[in-house]
């Protein structure tokens, strides 16, 4: 569950499970989204965007949806492995801005 | 080829001295930006640059804190009189104009 401070959200799975992590945007003018993961002393890495013309979009292993009713995006993982695990960010932009907002990040945490 | 990257990957300072961090972007890449994160919080956005026009200056939380970007490549984070609170790991990402950003590993910024 959610915890306050310093913690981050947790989502802790087993390997193998699907994950689902949520985040709620902002900004109702957010037009492109992304979500980053981020390794421990690492960078953020995109996995994968979408635009508000789609509600759905499939890479490998993952999906996002969006909906933008209730501006609500989330990351699904399939068969989550344990090098999935790392904090996870999404990201909105609102159109003609290059510059993201960043969501407060989940800590994804697999167990083999 | 080459990510972007950042050096020192580690600095610690006292407080009230000046600090430089540095970052090589992708070749090619136009758009160069630079964040802050805390521990266990988001991305906060500090500057912007993208190509020859003037830079977006609107995250920078105090006027200790400067940016450069020297012929359209390697840009250089300055922080004035630093103070404990400036503590974190600050980010550069580089891209092209309107395409996911690649981020550096980052330099973790103690101020003692």
């Known amino acids: 569950g959610e915890s306050v401070g310093l913690h981050l959200p947790t989502l802790s799975v087993q390997e193998g499970d699907n994950s689902i992590i949520n985040c709620a945007y902002s900004?109702?003018?957010?037009?492109?989204f992304i979500w980053y993961k981020q390794e421990s002393g690492k960078g953020p890495q995109f996995i994968i965007d979408?635009?508000?013309?789609?509600d759905k979009r499939q890479g490998q292993r993952v999906t996002v949806l969006l909906n933008k009713t209730v501006k609500h995006l989330s990351l699904q993982i399939a068969a989550t492995q344990p090098g999935d695990s790392a904090v996870y960010f999404c990201?909105?932009?609102?159109?003609?801005?290059?510059?993201?907002?960043f969501g407060r990040g989940t800590s994804l945490i697999v167990h083999p | 080829g080459a990510g972007v990257s950042q050096s020192p990957s580690n600095k610690v300072t006292e407080k009230g001295k000046d600090v430089e961090l540095r970052c090589d972007p992708i070749?090619?890449?136009?758009?160069l930006y630079w964040y802050r994160q805390s521990l266990g919080q988001g991305l906060e956005f500090l500057i912007y640059?993208?190509?020859?026009?003037?830079?977006?200056k609107s995250g920078l939380p105090s006027d200790r804190f400067s940016a450069e970007r020297t012929g359209g490549s390697v840009s250089t984070l300055t922080i004035q009189r630093t103070q404990q609170e400036d503590s974190a790991v600050y980010l550069c990402?580089?891209?092209?104009?309107?395409?996911?950003?690649?981020f550096g590993p980052g330099t973790r910024l103690t101020v003692t």
């Open positions: 979408i635009r508000s013309n789609m």
């Open positions: 990201a909105e932009i609102s159109g003609g801005s290059y510059i993201p907002t």
């Open positions: 900004n109702s003018a957010s037009d492109y």
């Open positions: 640059f993208q190509g020859n026009s003037a830079p977006d």
């Open positions: 990402a580089s891209s092209l104009i309107g395409d996911e950003q690649y």
């Open positions: 070749s090619g890449h136009t758009a």
